[in-house]
């Protein structure tokens, strides 16, 4: 299994500015993904942080507002650019291991933007 | 892309019952399915998972069946205790870490006493 270390567990942020989430995990994994969960709602899929190339997002998601860096296959940010009120939710961290496909949460980050 | 649906959203059954939540989704690719457990303020923890070349597995109270020609799957909990409280979330995913999960909407289980 992995552990996972996600950072901030939670922070009020006024609007318009910014906040970087950070994920890490206690040993190397293939992929690392980040989702987010609206209060009372399933968990949806930014983007998945690709290690050495720009991260694949999903449909709804875009890089200006939710830039990901992966610098190694420990390590990963995601980052809520010029926030709004609709951007408080929880931000999650996920990770796959090679050869094994179950995937691990971090924590999560309760975001709340006043 | 991927969808995956699943019903009921709320499910309230009597302790010592059992629960049944199914799932359908649309991409016939995916061919593994985790089930999640969420308590209140926690992340999802795997409570188990089932691969399409498996119709049924059990784990003690806990049971998934798939049925991958009608792409439905469910998971079944008998003898149901008050700890059975929580959300829980049906996935799809391609047979390796490198793709995605893509989750069902959730479902909420009560367990009344």
Redesign the interface.
């Given at each position: 299994s992995a552990v996972i270390s996600q950072k901030p567990s939670r922070d009020i942020c006024q609007r318009g500015t910014s906040l970087t989430i950070q994920c890490q995990v206690d040993s190397q994994v293939t992929m690392m993904f980040w989702y987010r969960q609206q209060p009372g709602q399933s968990l949806t899929l930014i983007a998945t942080a690709n290690q050495g190339s720009e991260a694949t997002y999903e449909s709804g998601f875009v890089i200006d507002k939710f830039p990901i860096s992966r610098p190694n296959l420990t390590f990963s940010t995601l980052t809520v650019s010029n926030m709004s009120p609709e951007d408080s939710s929880i931000y999650l961290c996920s990770v796959g291991q090679e050869g094994n496909t179950e995937a691990f949460f971090g924590q999560g980050t309760r975001l709340t933007v006043v | 892309?991927e969808n995956v649906e699943q019903h009921p959203s709320t499910l309230s059954v009597q302790e010592g019952d059992s629960a049944v939540i199914k799932c359908t989704y649309s991409d016939s690719a995916s061919n593994?399915f985790?089930w999640y457990k969420q308590e209140l303020g926690?992340?999802?923890?795997?409570i188990i998972?089932i691969r399409s070349n498996v119709g049924e597995k059990k784990d003690q109270r806990i049971a998934v069946t798939l049925n991958k020609t009608a792409k439905h799957f469910s998971l079944h909990i008998t003898e149901t205790q008050p700890e059975d409280s929580a959300v829980y979330?049906c996935a799809a995913?391609g047979?390796?870490?490198?793709?995605?999960?893509?989750?069902?909407?959730?479902t909420r289980l009560s367990i009344r006493p």
């Amino acid at each position: 299994s992995a552990v996972i270390s996600q950072k901030p567990s939670r922070d009020i942020c006024q609007r318009g500015t910014s906040l970087t989430i950070q994920c890490q995990v206690d040993s190397q994994v293939t992929m690392m993904f980040w989702y987010r969960q609206q209060p009372g709602q399933s968990l949806t899929l930014i983007a998945t942080a690709n290690q050495g190339s720009e991260a694949t997002y999903e449909s709804g998601f875009v890089i200006d507002k939710f830039p990901i860096s992966r610098p190694n296959l420990t390590f990963s940010t995601l980052t809520v650019s010029n926030m709004s009120p609709e951007d408080s939710s929880i931000y999650l961290c996920s990770v796959g291991q090679e050869g094994n496909t179950e995937a691990f949460f971090g924590q999560g980050t309760r975001l709340t933007v006043v | 892309g991927e969808n995956v649906e699943q019903h009921p959203s709320t499910l309230s059954v009597q302790e010592g019952d059992s629960a049944v939540i199914k799932c359908t989704y649309s991409d016939s690719a995916s061919n593994y399915f985790p089930w999640y457990k969420q308590e209140l303020g926690k992340r999802p923890q795997l409570i188990i998972d089932i691969r399409s070349n498996v119709g049924e597995k059990k784990d003690q109270r806990i049971a998934v069946t798939l049925n991958k020609t009608a792409k439905h799957f469910s998971l079944h909990i008998t003898e149901t205790q008050p700890e059975d409280s929580a959300v829980y979330f049906c996935a799809a995913q391609g047979y390796s870490s490198a793709s995605k999960i893509i989750f069902g909407s959730g479902t909420r289980l009560s367990i009344r006493p």
